[in-house]
């Protein structure tokens, strides 16, 4: 009802395009856009502005985290005085809806279709022209040739030297993706998303690997092959999958599985830990024979108040009448780099996790297997746990373990966790079997 000259609304891009973790925001953002519409359609002033970046004391560049995954999306922070000028010239504009951003379209284009293709840039003519010209994948001369040069060279070699070749071929690209000046910090079994991969540098490498085997690979490439390793084996299957040999031998390599109907079950290796510093099978069996009392004094390495713990009246609320107990011992000890774990995501980890990640490589150890021969394989993680109450813990640090406390303490996480860490591709499976779980 009022004679307004204009209505203007600061929406966000992340309304247009969508954006990862902020499902609810892009939608809010989205409605004052069909509003800005709603108003124009109805003969009243609206102007709907959907705000990239904008630099100095911009929300979205608060932190210096932040700010480089906008600059890693291809976004760059506008200058306030620039995004002033362009809100003025918006509010004459006659579109209700549009969006001001500052962006290397190319490398935003090349990040947003890594999962799908989508027109909904094709108006933007940068976007265009990436699209008229080659993508991964596409025939290109120069690559052709750097590609069958790299096939020729593999069909002589034996098979370890192609696999070597290929990781080393694998290792250089993903050292320059990620800027490194050698391929000493990139291990053969390092997971990519240890190493700093993220959705931008995995289509870099995507598109690096293509160009240099002239294969076309999937966005997905560094999800579904997780370690260089993996991703070495991937690509020489891609490549000499059907390709004669220059000794007359194929390169095809078929593999089978078999089971008989029959076959018992077998239990090849076990691990445990126990208190009274139980820390193996044999530990286990020494204290049941020789009939040891694993119960101690209470540990001194947990952080815990153990005078303000003690109180001789067993009715005291919050405290314990006794001074002992069944404790497991250096539960503190967990060597977090060795899991590629930082320090941050180990302190926000239930012990639970922590335990079974330690048990889980003793398995291997005393099964004489090298856990780097079943990367891969449909094998299996089932695990039955105990209640979650680790959380109740972290959540007085929150500022030293925030981003990590859903994963570190989901129940459902913990089978899924040792799976991801030895590159199982079986069924992960946890049941909370509560008092009955060891």
């Not at 560049?61 to 999306?73: D, G, L, M």
């Not at 699209?131 to 020729?152: C, F, I, K, M, Q």
């Not at 030297?161 to 490194?180: F, I, N, S, Y």
């Not at 774990?341 to 005393?366: C, F, H, V, Y």
Request: one cysteine or more; a negative charge.
């Amino acid at each position: 009802e009022l004679d307004l000259t204009a209505f203007v609304l600061f929406s966000s891009f992340s309304g247009t395009v969508g954006a990862a973790g902020q499902a609810n925001y892009a939608a809010a953002n989205a409605t004052l856009d069909a509003l800005a519409e709603w108003r124009r359609g109805a003969g009243l002033p609206a102007t709907s502005v959907a705000w990239g970046p904008w630099a100095d004391h911009g929300m979205a560049v608060s932190s210096a985290e932040v700010s480089r995954t906008i600059r890693r999306n291809g976004m760059t922070a506008m200058d306030p005085r620039l995004a002033l000028a362009a809100l003025e010239r918006a509010i004459s504009h006659p579109d209700a809806a549009l969006a001001v951003v500052d962006a290397d379209w190319e490398r935003f284009a090349d990040t947003f279709e890594a999962r799908r293709l989508s027109r909904l840039l094709s108006g933007v003519p940068e976007v265009r022209k990436l699209t008229a010209t080659a993508r991964p994948g596409d025939t290109d001369p120069a690559h052709t040739e750097e590609s069958s040069a790299l096939v020729r060279r593999l069909e002589t070699l034996s098979e370890a030297e192609r696999q070597r070749t290929l990781l080393e071929v694998v290792r250089a690209h993903v050292a320059a993706v990620l800027g490194h000046s050698g391929v000493d910090a990139i291990g053969p079994g390092r997971a990519f998303m240890e190493i700093g991969f993220d959705s931008l540098t995995a289509v870099g490498l995507r598109n690096q690997l293509s160009e240099a085997t002239g294969v076309q690979l999937p966005a997905t490439l560094v999800f579904d092959y997780p370690t260089p390793t993996a991703l070495a084996g991937y690509l020489l299957t891609e490549l000499l999958g059907s390709h004669e040999r220059t000794d007359g031998a194929t390169a095809d390599v078929a593999t089978t599985a078999s089971a008989a109907a029959d076959e018992p079950i077998a239990i090849v290796s076990m691990s445990c830990r126990f208190p009274g510093d139980v820390r193996s099978a044999d530990d286990l069996w020494r204290l049941l024979a020789a009939g040891e009392d694993a119960v101690s004094a209470f540990p001194t390495d947990r952080g815990w108040d153990l005078e303000g713990l003690y109180d001789a009246d067993p009715d005291a609320l919050g405290k314990s009448y006794v001074r002992e107990g069944a404790f497991l011992s250096e539960v503190s000890g967990f060597d977090a780099s060795f899991f590629g774990i930082s320090p941050r995501e180990a302190l926000a980890m239930d012990p639970q996790q922590r335990l079974l990640l330690e048990t889980s490589w003793e398995l291997w150890e005393r099964a004489g297997i090298d856990p780097e021969t079943v990367r891969g394989s449909r094998t299996g993680v089932f695990m039955g746990t105990n209640g979650q109450e680790y959380v109740s813990l972290v959540d007085r640090a929150p500022e030293t373990t925030e981003g990590y406390v859903a994963t570190g303490n989901a129940a459902s996480v913990v089978s899924g966790r040792i799976s991801y860490t030895f590159g199982f591709e079986g069924p992960a499976v946890t049941v909370d079997t509560a008092c009955s779980s060891s």
